[in-house]
């Protein structure tokens, strides 16, 4: 199954089986790319309180269909 995505040629022979193995192996900027070519936006929830430490439950990705 392939897992290219509209117009992501850094997603070229990414299978669904080889997937792991190429990001362990891919370089900080080609990892940049991938992340890039399936996110469609990151949206973070202001703060309740000036002052709160950073929360990752506030983070949501929107992932390309």
Not at 11 to 32: C, I, M, Q, S
Not at 35 to 56: C, E, I, K, M, Q
């Amino acid at each position: 199954r392939e897992l290219a995505a509209r117009s992501a040629p850094v997603l070229d022979g990414a299978t669904a089986d080889t997937w792991a193995g190429l990001w362990e192996a891919a370089p900080f900027e080609r990892k940049r790319a991938l992340v890039r070519a399936l996110t469609d936006r990151v949206v973070v929830r202001s703060v309740r309180r000036v002052g709160d430490r950073f929360d990752p439950k506030r983070v949501r990705i929107l992932w390309r269909a």
